[in-house]
């Protein structure tokens, strides 16, 4: 994802295989949470070029083969963090950044038919939530529990529930939201 000429083929190889690129999806990530005072330099910029980085470069390369096409759907991956989150200021920067990234392609690209938008899930159980609890020294079925007391579906939310929201963003339904965020966190 940090890699701009890996990216740029990797892109290369799907529109060479496939005749063209229609939708990017966006949702590498990684998590090195810590305090600000004892955040590393490495840690900060790991962090924010894999999610932050990453996605830019995956658009930059997207968007050469959609703009002669005046056709495409990008959706990248935030997160409710973006808002702000203990622990995470190197993550919930990058996911900002991520929907300020949105929000500005969607008006670059938006005049060539290309819809940029974001979602920004609230806690999901992945393998990489699940390693944050054991770093945490946490039990995955109380952590979770205590999770889904505090959201209005009292559940967390599975993998499926965000896929659903990014196929709407990527099909023809969805072709007049440009350059939104939206939630999927089981309530406001």
Same mark, same amino acid.
């Given at each position: /994802?940090?890699?701009?000429?890996?990216?740029? !083929?990797? $892109?290369?190889?799907?529109?060479?295989?496939? +005749? =063209? @690129? %229609? /939708?990017?999806?966006?949702?590498?990530?990684?998590?090195?949470? &810590?305090? $600000?005072?004892?955040?590393?330099?490495? %840690?900060?910029? /790991?962090?924010?070029?894999?999610h932050l980085t990453g996605t830019f470069l995956c658009a930059r390369a997207a968007q050469r083969l959609m703009v002669p096409a005046r056709s495409g759907r990008m @959706?990248?991956?935030?997160?409710?963090? #973006?808002?702000? &989150?203990?622990?995470?200021?190197?993550?919930?920067?990058? !996911?900002?950044?991520?929907? +300020?990234?949105? =929000?500005?392609?969607? $008006?670059?690209?938006?005049?060539?038919?290309?819809? @940029? &938008?974001?979602?920004? *899930?609230?806690?999901v159980d992945t393998e990489m939530a699940r390693a944050a609890a054991d770093r945490a020294g946490l039990d995955w079925s109380e952590f979770t529990s205590r999770i889904?007391?505090?959201? *209005?579906?009292?559940?967390?939310?599975? *993998?499926?529930?965000?896929? +659903?929201? @990014?196929?709407?963003?990527?099909?023809?339904? #969805?072709?007049?939201?440009? +350059?939104?965020?939206?939630?999927?966190?089981?309530?406001?």
């Amino acid at each position: /994802m940090t890699d701009a000429g890996a990216v740029d !083929k990797t $892109i290369g190889d799907i529109a060479s295989r496939f +005749g =063209r @690129v %229609d /939708m990017l999806v966006t949702c590498a990530g990684v998590t090195r949470d &810590n305090l $600000i005072h004892r955040l590393s330099i490495d %840690d900060w910029t /790991m962090v924010v070029d894999t999610h932050l980085t990453g996605t830019f470069l995956c658009a930059r390369a997207a968007q050469r083969l959609m703009v002669p096409a005046r056709s495409g759907r990008m @959706v990248f991956v935030s997160s409710g963090a #973006a808002r702000g &989150n203990p622990g995470q200021a190197n993550y919930a920067s990058a !996911k900002a950044g991520i929907e +300020g990234l949105a =929000r500005t392609l969607a $008006i670059e690209l938006g005049r060539f038919g290309i819809c @940029v &938008n974001a979602v920004a *899930p609230g806690f999901v159980d992945t393998e990489m939530a699940r390693a944050a609890a054991d770093r945490a020294g946490l039990d995955w079925s109380e952590f979770t529990s205590r999770i889904a007391d505090s959201t *209005p579906l009292g559940r967390i939310a599975a *993998p499926d529930d965000i896929a +659903g929201v @990014v196929a709407f963003l990527c099909g023809d339904d #969805a072709r007049f939201v440009n +350059g939104q965020t939206i939630s999927v966190r089981g309530g406001p």
